[in-house]
């Protein structure tokens, strides 16, 4: 890349990256932003480039369901809470923060079950977060063992999403000069200067891999993968489009 196009781009990326915030998932469509050098050309070459890059993900949130059911209110809240302590030590055994635990009020529910039979239900619920995602299979062994057995809402996530973005935001203008130059090329003609450089949104913007309990999680899992915690990995790919319209010389 030449130095004029790589000043050029330097300045467009520090802007983008101020600017780019994580937003939910939505249709592709043309960010409102647009770079533009205060030079004009009668001649140009306007292209479009894709940069992919494979991004890890680094933190995992889940949900204890913790759930007692009995015939009689005083013995389903007893029985919660002896589940309720038991999760709460096991999350301190793993070292995991107050700040990464959060949870929710218990709520006490009565059903009719049959004629004249009524089940007194507790719930309640806690999230947690990890940042190290091979802690995910021994805390949740220990947790099942323990009689934590309704793990639900379990969210892979990166938490450097910015810098990956920004790469594959390179990676995009990078092929879309390549594109140029070679059109230009066959025309017996050479690029210059970048004029405009237009960033298009991507259909999901924060990567998330999403699975809504254990069971699905270990379904989809590739063979082998998890057997070993140091060696669990989840990648997902991130991907930059940008149009960029060159001087034609």
């Not at 025309?187 to 069971?215: A, H």
Request: overall charge negative.
């Amino acid at each position: 890349m030449s130095e004029k196009i790589q000043s050029f781009l330097l300045i467009c990326i520090v802007f983008a990256s101020s600017a780019l915030t994580l937003i939910p998932p939505k249709p592709q469509e043309a960010i409102d932003r647009e770079f533009t050098s205060p030079q004009n050309a009668e001649r140009t070459i306007t292209v479009y480039g894709e940069g992919k890059i494979r991004a890890i993900l680094d933190t995992v949130e889940f949900v204890l369901f913790i759930q007692t059911a009995t015939n009689d209110l005083n013995v389903s809240i007893s029985k919660n809470e002896e589940l309720f302590l038991k999760a709460m030590n096991i999350l301190e055994n793993h070292a995991i923060e107050s700040k990464d635990i959060f949870i929710e009020s218990s709520y006490e529910r009565t059903r009719l079950i049959d004629i004249g039979v009524y089940s007194s239900i507790v719930t309640r619920q806690i999230k947690v977060t990890l940042h190290d995602i091979a802690k995910f299979q021994p805390l949740i062994t220990d947790l099942q063992e323990g009689g934590i057995e309704q793990i639900v809402d379990i969210v892979f996530s990166t938490s450097n999403f910015d810098p990956y973005y920004e790469q594959a935001l390179l990676i995009a203008i990078e092929a879309a000069e390549k594109k140029a130059s070679a059109t230009a090329t066959s025309l017996n003609r050479k690029i210059g200067e970048p004029i405009s450089i237009k960033e298009f949104s991507q259909k999901f913007v924060e990567p998330r891999v999403y699975y809504q309990d254990l069971n699905l999680f270990f379904k989809n899992l590739p063979e082998n993968l998890f057997i070993e915690p140091s060696n669990f990995l989840l990648e997902v790919t991130i991907s930059a489009q940008v149009t960029v319209t060159f001087e034609l010389k």
